[in-house]
């Protein structure tokens, strides 16, 4: 199974910063203000092992072969593959003595996901309930397997998930975020700043900043926003957790 993925650009899914974070964050440029915001989010997004941070995905299924692959030692070793059968998308078993299949009606995403839409034939689609990083059919009737990924996921005949990774941003989070983009926006600035001396060269004009690869080794030595990142992720983590056991059968795959 394959998915067509889209992922806009970081500062045009970035909240606004609150006001009171800094008072001459109206004073700079649009472009300013976008790149702060982007350097702002994905900095949260590498904080807290992408906890937030992030922008909403669009995912597009596409099974690219029904069963077919099964006979292969690799899948044959496989307990529970999803699969299209007869076009509809499906949870296969497969062994060295062929192939079962019964009707998918779960999806499962990467990880924790919030802000989830689900869109069939162009047209949103409310018979699902999350559990976690799954989203389960409830009308009874499985979910599409074959699309028409040459239209908009808006168009009839198609199927698309909208969702975004990780977990809502709350107050404490926002306040956060938004004294970082204060801060990214006065280094460009030539302005004094909290950031680290990591932060080692600023374009004004450009409007670019250069990095050391070491950046933030110890948190940003702001106080609101390495108490927030604490709070999600104290273990300093670069990826969310995720616990595989060899007693445990693979799991539902979508992506």
Known sequence: MSNTVCEPV?????????????????????????????????????????????????????????????????????????????????????????????????????????????????????YWKQYGSSIVRTDGEPWPSCQNLDVDERKPGTFAVRYTPGVPLTAAGLWAYSVLACEYAKACTGAKCRLPASVTSVSRGGISMTFDKTMFPDGTGIREVDAFVHTLNPNKLLVRPMVWSPDVRTGWYAG
């Open 10 to 126: 970081a500062g045009e899914c970035a909240p606004e910063p609150v006001a009171g974070c800094c008072d001459d964050w109206p004073e700079h440029s649009p472009e300013l203000r976008r790149m702060a915001r982007d350097l702002a989010w994905r900095t949260l997004g590498l904080l807290t092992g992408q906890m937030v941070g992030t922008c909403p995905v669009l995912l597009r299924p596409c099974v690219e072969s029904p069963c077919g692959q099964c006979q292969s030692a690799y899948w044959s070793s496989l307990p529970w593959i999803p699969r299209v059968v007869d076009g509809r998308w499906t949870n296969v078993s497969c062994n060295p003595s062929g192939c079962s299949c019964r009707p998918l009606h779960e999806i499962k995403l990467p990880g924790p996901a919030h802000s989830i839409e689900v869109l069939v034939d162009g047209n949103v689609f409310s």
